[in-house]
Structure formats: structure tokens, C-alpha cells
């Protein structure tokens, strides 16, 4: 039977505190076994039983095409944290973080997919936001900010939780939560866009603000997109997200981000909307991201990037930092690194931080890329930089006030 993979990091109550020898029970149909989290909180990766991946090519509605399995995570002085029904995809690799607490016991019980059990469809809005009452709330440029608001409900539900999610996150979590990850890149990449876009331009325009409520966006399909807190994370989709998350289309001539509303294709289909179906087929096909979003929205947009992210302790310097730089930069780099080896130990220390990237700056980089899911190449390069100032914010309670 085809596998997939699973990775699981463990963490005390936020992404800063690692968990070590914490023990994870897996369990399957006809499966068990236990794994124990190193100086990281991290597990090895376990190979799983998972169905064959062209089942989740296709639509079809007579084989799920992905297994579930349920995970058991304990610590002595902590709170059991569970997770049931996590997905695993065939040649697919599983993020999963867990958080355990002192006096909470996290039980998340995962949904089936989207696209295998849909939710409520969405109503349709017009893409381009005109003579709204409280426009006055626009943002005067396109912004990514470090972390957005989510409302796990609809806006009228005031016992609803509002999480702050890093933006990343956020995208990598409702791309997870809307297409299958075994899908070709290319149709992967136009989703993606689509998603970024639909949330800048909820950004952009304030949208919930200006109607009252303290939050960004919600997780209710009928209004916005999938969001499901802390669910598992899929390596092809993380990669493309830290690749393009500040890529987004807009129309020729306008200024704030299209919303991008999509559907699934086959129970839903509306007119000038993304098919998610209809993607996965014309990238199998040999199209392109952009190709794609203009066959189903209009050949009157274009790509584009983000002027800045927002909220990040210093600015991306806009080139890779390897073997051979130098600078404030790499020293801030440097500097950042060393303060989150004191949570993660096993990164090696840079000494002296100097500025100078030299083969131990390179190896405590590929060290932090492998701790945190990124590819191991030792190159600083935007994914590695945002991320790093993320896990920076993290252990130096920088996000406390947020």
C-alpha cells in the first residue's frame, strides 16, 4: 500500500517553547506506535498507509482518498493533547504541530475535507469593493501583516474564539483546508494566489473593521474561507505558500486586491469563479498559475507583489544571504538565531556574531531551516528570514501585546 509521512513538533502553549521527550501515540486502522519529541519538541518522520494518490485526482465520491489517523501526545506535568482524524496523503509529508498546557487538555478532532465533505457554499460578492458606506477604513497601500485576527465563526457569533494566526499560517492552513496537496504545483500556485488575494483584500478594505467587529476575517465558507485551528500542514503546500504568499492578482487599472472567490467545480460551480477542480485539471495539462486564474476570472489581471510585510522586527534586504556576506544584516540574522537557540538548543551558537556569514552561520541556518520544516540549504532566503523573524518574536514574547 503507497505511504505517506508524518512529522510531528511539540510545543508548551505557543510556537517559542519546544516540548522534548514527549511521547506521541500514533494509531490507525491495524496500526500503533510511539514516538518521543527530541531537544526540539520534534518526532522522526513515520511513514503511514495511505490511499493511492490518484484517488484524490479525480473528483469522485466512492473512495476517500486520503487515511485518518488519531494521535495521543502526553508529557509528565502537562495536560494529554489529541488530535483525531488527521489526514495523510500518499507521497504527501504531514506537518502537525500540538500545544500542550498545564491545565487545558487540547482535544482537536479534525473534519473530512472539503472537498470530500463540503461545507456551506458561498455567497457571492461583487470582486471589486465600490461605494461601500465605510470605505474611509481603506489602507492606503497593499500590506501583508505579520498576523491577522480569525474569526472561528460567523460574525454574528459573539462565544466564537478570535486566534491570531501569522499570515503564513494563515494561508497555509485554509490551502490545506480547501485543495488536496498531492495536486500538480502550478495548480497548487493558482490557488494560493487566489487565497492571498481574497484575504488582502479583506485586509485592504477593512472589511470587518468597518463594520464594527475586532477581528480580519472569519472561518465560515459562506462568507470567507476554510480555517480550521492547528490542523495539519502539507509540505507541497507549505512550500509554495513561504514561495508566494505575497503574490497576489488584481485587476488592470485598480488598486486593491480581486476577490478571488472560488468553488469546487463539480457540486458548485459559478460563473467567473476559480474551479478548484478545474485548476488541478488544466495544470495537469501543462498551464500556468496565471494562465488558470485568468481562464476562470478575466484576462483583465495581473500578478503582483506586496509592498512590504508588516510587523516583522526589520525588513527582508531584499537579495539571499549566504556564505560570503556580510553586514547588519547577517549580524541581525546572527543575533536572532543565538537568542532562539536558547529555546532550541539544538542550533548550534554563531560566535562571534559578527556580521560575517561564515560556515557556522550556515550551519546554524540549515539547522533552524530543519527544525522548522524548511529546506535545508543553509541560504537565507525570504521564506527563512520571515520565518526566523517569526520564531524570533516567539521566543522573545514580542507578539505578548498582541
Known sequence: ?????????????????????????????????????????????????????????????????????????????????????LEI??????????????????????????????????????????????????????????????????????????????????????????????????????????????????????????????????????????????????????DVVDEYFRYYIRLNGMVQPFLAQYNDGRRTNNPNWLSQWGSRDMAAQGFTAIQILRHFYTNNLDLHVADEVVGLPSSFPGYNLSVGNCGEYVQKIQIELNRIRGNFPAIPVISPADGMYNESTRRAVETFQRVFDLPQTGVINFATWYRISRIFTAVAGLAAGL
Not at 510531528?8 to 510556537?15: K, R
Not at 497601500?141 to 457569533?157: K, Q, R, T, Y
Not at 496537496?181 to 484575504?199: C, D, G, M, Q, Y
Not at 488582502?200 to 465558507?221: D, K, M, P, V
Open 1 to 85: 500500500m503507497p505511504k505517506g509521512f508524518l512529522i510531528v513538533n511539540v510545543f508548551f502553549d505557543d510556537l517559542g517553547t519546544p516540548v522534548e521527550n514527549a511521547s506521541v501515540k500514533i494509531t490507525g486502522a491495524n496500526f500503533e506506535k510511539v514516538l518521543t519529541t527530541d531537544e526540539s519538541g520534534k518526532t522522526a518522520m513515520i511513514e503511514l498507509e495511505a490511499p493511492e494518490s490518484d484517488l484524490s485526482q479525480t473528483f469522485q465520491e466512492e473512495i476517500r482518498p486520503y487515511s485518518t489517523y488519531d494521535l495521543e501526545i502526553t508529557k509528565a506535568g502537562l495536560k494529554t493533547g489529541l488530535i483525531l482524524n
Open 89 to 238: 496523503f500518499a507521497g504527501e509529508t504531514a506537518f502537525q504541530n500540538v500545544f500542550l498546557h498545564e491545565k487545558v487538555t487540547e482535544i482537536i478532532d479534525f473534519p473530512d475535507h472539503i472537498l470530500w465533505e463540503p461545507d456551506e457554499p458561498k455567497i457571492p460578492e461583487e470582486p471589486v469593493k465600490e461605494d461601500v458606506p465605510f470605505m474611509a477604513f481603506v489602507l492606503p497601500m497593499v500590506l501583508i501583516p505579520e498576523f491577522i485576527i480569525v474569526h472561528d465563526g460567523a460574525p454574528s457569533n459573539v462565544n466564537a474564539p478570535n486566534h491570531i494566526v501569522s499570515f503564513t499560517d494563515y494561508i497555509k492552513n485554509v490551502a490545506c483546508s480547501e485543495i488536496y496537496s498531492t495536486w500538480p504545483r502550478e495548480s497548487l500556485k493558482a490557488n494560493v494566489h487566489a487565497i492571498v488575494s481574497f484575504t488582502l483584500n479583506r485586509i485592504f478594505t477593512e472589511w470587518y473593521r468597518g463594520q464594527g467587529f475586532n477581528f480580519t476575517i472569519t472561518s465560515t465558507t459562506q462568507l470567507d474561507q476554510k480555517y480550521i485551528h492547528n490542523r495539519t500542514i502539507y509540505k507541497s503546500i507549505s
